[in-house]
């Protein structure tokens, strides 16, 4: 537990960077990010929410909100119409001109940073605390749930003695599956888990050939639940020539999770993380 | 031969005679549309303005900040790439005599295409301070176009001395070409790259600022008025190029000139706006419908109606899914092509 | 004073299309061009507009290479007329008609509309004035394009030059009635410091107009002069590779194929 502080600490340091000073008025937020859409509802002040993108589909209640649009395809005019008092968006918000547009009305924009591991899963939490204004008396026990969770993930990347080796799938173009390789968001989680990503000498997401898969032979095989609905389920999963020989077919071992809640980054993440690695013994 | 001078009969006299007067009336009633267009596009929208508010200054600070650097600088980008996209159409259709050529058909589209997703994916790379960073992309497409361009003009020339055949087949290699590289682009990034890439081509006026419209506009505007002055030796062209030479047309001095002026005039649109299509294509072909063939009243007129259609596609797709918008290409297409299709059916081209 | 071509070889693609021929359009007379099809006629016409750069040989017009000439000053001095048919979008008759004015560069002042239509009226296409190109007949087109090449000539009295006009086949899609019109017109215009230089298929109609005619084969220019000279029986026969009479009648000749 020190130790998780200590690195913590450490961790946080460099996160000093970016912008998690309070906001001047956090009365009427518009996000553009998932991941901050769900650390808000956990910090309970999703009253404050005036509009999401599209990226954020949970909770369920989001779906009631006004969409300003894909994260990276902002619409300026289309923002600024529902007068908000701030802009909470991740790193990749966009296009830059638009933000640049949005700059240039004054309105408070903040870019939450991303770092892809359960630390940086706090920070964000804790960064969008600051900048919200949430007394510690309210973070102090939200944070201990979301640690409790980070500990377990600890315990199980120093306990789990054999590592398995996952290859983890985004999505499907034409039968091929799209792949984590390094820097990948599914390259985070597995690490996070202390998976070995049979990919992570491939930068990206890439498809994959059957030969790559054949020859790299994954053990398991995690899909987001929305790609593998896309190839019409587990059986078509079996009928994939690209991955019908795999260990991870062969032996049954194809998971599917919520794509939003394994790859954002937000807090359902370290949740799902760990119902992953209970999967993967 | 001139023993008989005769009276041209009165009525066809003055019809002829009224051509051309009909013809300038039908530009400035276009060009009332324009501006009737304009203004609406200019005072609708997600955030409510009042055109009143602003000239009587009663405007909040936040509404002349909205109308001055978000809607105007998109409202005239979406007006000047309309009006280029439809003239450039115009014109090249006239060059290679054929009603179904169109800026994309030269391959100066798909060139500034490939400039600026080359840019996106190794923009991040280069590392560039964010004030460059946010021009490199146009200015990256204005290379392409210009580089196809070149390309074109230069293989054209040197190995077809300009034929038509010559000039459609090249676009349709440099097509095929910008395909590929696009493809290997799209490989090569990562998926933040790949998806700005999607959305960028989908075409879209919503990253306009003046900055960046500015020197468009002035290379769109220029290029317009460059071709509309080309009107009376297009015409003779449609003779034929040996006939146009024997009219005294120096025919290959006006391909060179026709293929790199509308090529400057797309370049510039592509590169800050992305790939919108069908408006090239169907635009001078809705003016010969409804005003007249010769290239008088083809080339201006396609310019008027293509940034009058353009501004309301655009207002379009910002106003229907307040808050956030449709992609102008869909629009476009979803209107062009069915019309399109209509055009065909009546065969009359 | 003419529009002459001398030592002229042409070629492509290694053949030589026109192998030395010496020709000249003189002011004041109407020549004909005859010979078989492949001999090489609209090639030579080509070369006398100025569309092609020859291998070898001169063109001239009035003793001034014909390079010299920028493209509009060529066109002030010569109008041709090709069999072409490349009209693709929907003109009007007027508009084809008025793209033969050269005379301004905004080609649409009332005396060009004036000459316009005194010139449809001459040439027979007045009735067709309003109705769309494209929905003419072969043969309609054909006059309208021939009256256009006439517009491209046309100048008000008191200019001076000589001025030449270059057609290939232009009666070949018209009835009796309408050739005579044509060929009487291009007589009429050799009057008026005009070279006149028509190829023709019809042998009886380039005898009877015709101040020279150029007989041509392969390539050469087999036999000119005056039409008695020309239009021989052994000749034609020869060149056309197939037997040929001439036969003279009340004064003129006629020619027939058995």
Same mark, same amino acid.
């Given at each position: 537990m020190r130790e998780i502080a200590f690195c913590f600490v450490i961790l946080l340091a460099g996160y000093v960077d970016a912008d998690c000073s309070p906001a001047k008025d956090p009365s009427k937020i518009a996000i553009a990010g998932g991941s901050i859409t769900e650390l808000v509802y956990v910090l309970n002040r999703d009253s404050q929410i005036i509009a999401v993108d599209t990226t954020s589909n949970y909770p369920e209640q989001t779906s009631s909100l006004p969409s300003i649009g894909y994260v990276r395809n902002l619409s300026a005019e289309g923002i600024l119409s529902l007068k908000p008092t701030l802009i909470l968006g991740e790193h990749d918000m966009g296009p830059p001109q638009v933000m640049k547009q949005i700059e240039k009305v004054q309105v408070e924009v903040k870019k939450i940073e991303e770092r892809q591991s359960a630390v940086g899963i706090i920070e964000k939490f804790e960064c969008i605390a600051k900048i919200l204004n949430v007394p510690a008396s309210e973070t102090e026990y939200l944070k201990e749930n979301l640690l409790t969770y980070v500990t377990k993930l600890e315990e199980i990347r120093r306990v789990g003695t054999a590592r398995p080796r996952v290859a983890l799938i985004l999505s499907f173009i034409d039968g091929s599956p799209i792949l984590a390789g390094n820097t990948t968001s599914g390259d985070g989680v597995l690490k996070m888990i202390g998976a070995t990503n049979v990919f992570s000498d491939i930068e990206g997401w890439k498809p994959a050939t059957r030969e790559s898969l054949?020859?790299?032979? $994954?053990?398991?095989?995690?899909?987001?639940?929305?790609?593998?609905?896309?190839?019409?389920?587990?059986?078509?999963?079996?009928?994939? $020539?690209?991955l019908r020989l795999t260990s991870a077919v062969k032996d049954g071992n194809v998971y599917a999770l919520d794509g939003m809640a394994l790859l954002g980054f937000g807090p359902r993440t370290l949740e799902t993380a760990i119902v992953l690695s209970e999967k993967l013994k | 031969m001139r023993e008989k001078t005769l009276e041209a009969p009165r009525s066809l006299s003055l019809e002829f005679a009224g051509k051309s007067r009909r013809e300038n009336l039908v530009l400035v009633m276009l060009a009332f549309v324009l501006f009737f267009v304009g203004a609406l596009a200019l005072s609708s929208g997600a955030v409510p303005l009042s055109i009143g508010a602003l000239i009587d200054g009663s405007?909040?600070?936040?509404?002349?900040?909205?109308?001055?650097?978000? +809607? !105007?600088? +998109?409202?005239?980008?979406?007006?000047?790439?309309? !009006?280029?996209?439809?003239?450039?159409?115009?014109?090249?259709?006239?060059?290679?005599?054929?009603?179904?050529?169109?800026?994309?058909?030269?391959?100066?589209?798909?060139?500034?295409?490939?400039?600026?997703?080359?840019?996106?994916?190794?923009?991040?790379?280069?590392?560039?301070?964010?004030?460059? *960073?946010?021009?490199?992309?146009?200015?990256? *497409? #204005? #290379?392409? !176009?210009?580089?196809?361009?070149?390309f074109l003009y230069t293989f054209s020339n040197y190995y077809g001395h300009f034929s038509v055949v010559t000039v459609l087949l090249v676009g349709i290699a440099i097509n095929a070409l910008a395909s590929v590289g696009i493809g290997a682009f799209q490989y090569l990034s990562d998926d933040a790259q790949l998806r700005s890439l999607v959305f960028w081509m989908m075409g879209s006026f919503g990253r306009a600022d003046?900055?960046?419209?500015?020197?468009?506009?002035?290379?769109?505007?220029?290029?317009?008025?460059?071709?509309?002055?080309?009107?009376?030796?297009l015409d003779r062209l449609q003779l034929g190029e040996a006939e146009a030479f024997h009219l005294g047309i120096n025919v290959k001095k006006l391909k060179r000139l026709v293929i790199l002026v509308s090529a400057g005039a797309v370049g510039a649109g592509v590169a800050l706006s992305g790939i919108i299509g069908f408006v090239g294509l169907v635009v001078p072909h809705l003016v010969r419908l409804l005003f007249?063939?010769?290239? +008088? #009243?083809? #080339?201006?007129?396609?310019?008027?109606?293509g940034a009058c259609l353009m501004i309301s596609a655009d207002l379009v797709s910002r106003i229907v899914i307040i808050p956030s918008e449709l992609p102008v290409g869909l629009v476009t297409s979803a209107l062009g092509a069915p019309f399109f299709l209509w055009l065909i059916a009546r065969a009359r081209v | 004073m003419s529009l002459s071509a001398n030592d002229l070889i042409v070629s492509r693609r290694?053949?030589?299309?026109?192998?030395?021929?010496?020709?000249?359009?003189?002011?004041?007379?109407?020549?004909?061009?005859?010979?078989?099809?492949?001999?090489?006629?609209?090639?030579?016409?080509?070369?006398?507009?100025?569309?092609?750069?020859?291998?070898?040989? /001169?063109?001239?017009?009035?003793?001034?290479?014909?390079?010299?000439?920028?493209?509009?000053?060529?066109?002030?001095?010569?109008?041709?007329?090709?069999?072409?048919?490349? /009209?693709?979008?929907?003109?009007?008759?007027?508009?084809?008609l008025i793209m033969g004015w050269i005379r301004d560069s905004f080609g649409r002042s009332p005396l060009a509309i004036k000459t316009v239509f005194e010139l449809a009226e001459i040439c027979g296409v007045s009735k067709l004035l309003g109705r769309s190109f494209l929905t003419l007949s072969g043969g309609e087109k054909q006059r309208v394009q021939f009256c256009r090449a006439l517009v491209q000539l046309w100048r008000p009295d008191g200019e001076n030059g000589s001025r030449y006009l270059l057609l290939d086949e232009p009666t070949s899609s018209l009835d009796v009635s309408y050739e005579l019109g044509v060929l009487k017109i291009l007589k009429d215009l050799t009057e008026n410091e005009t070279g006149v230089l028509v190829v023709l298929h019809d042998l009886n109609l380039a005898s009877y107009f015709s101040d020279n005619i150029y007989l041509m084969g392969e390539g050469r220019v087999v036999s000119s002069g005056e039409t008695q000279e020309v239009i021989r029986s052994d000749t034609l026969s020869d060149v056309y590779e197939t037997p040929i009479s001439v036969e003279e009648r009340k004064g003129k000749l006629h020619v027939y194929t058995h």
């Open positions: 054949l020859s790299r032979n $994954p053990d398991y095989l995690v899909i987001t639940e929305r790609g593998l609905k896309a190839q019409g389920g587990m059986a078509g999963i079996e009928k994939n $020539p690209a | 405007a909040k600070g936040l509404e002349i900040t909205i109308f001055s650097e978000i +809607r !105007a600088p +998109r409202v005239i980008l979406s007006g000047l790439v309309g !009006a280029s996209l439809a003239a450039a159409g115009a014109v090249l259709q006239g060059l290679f005599r054929n009603p179904l050529a169109d800026p994309g058909l030269i391959g100066v589209s798909s060139g500034a295409a490939l400039g600026a997703v080359s840019m996106i994916v190794f923009g991040s790379a280069l590392d560039l301070p964010d004030w460059i *960073a946010i021009y490199s992309m146009p200015l990256a *497409a #204005i #290379i392409g !176009a210009m580089g196809v361009t070149f003046w900055i960046t419209v500015m020197p468009a506009a002035s290379i769109m505007l220029v290029s317009i008025l460059v071709l509309v002055r080309q009107s009376t030796q007249g063939v010769s290239h +008088r #009243i083809l #080339i201006p007129g396609s310019a008027l109606l | 290694g053949k030589n299309i026109i192998n030395g021929v010496n020709i000249h359009v003189e002011v004041g007379k109407l020549s004909t061009i005859i010979g078989p099809n492949g001999a090489g006629k609209s090639t030579l016409l080509s070369g006398l507009a100025g569309d092609l750069t020859p291998s070898k040989g /001169i063109v001239t017009i009035d003793d001034t290479p014909i390079e010299k000439f920028s493209p509009a000053n060529l066109a002030k001095v010569r109008s041709v007329m090709y069999q072409s048919n490349n /009209i693709v979008f929907d003109f009007l008759v007027e508009e084809i």
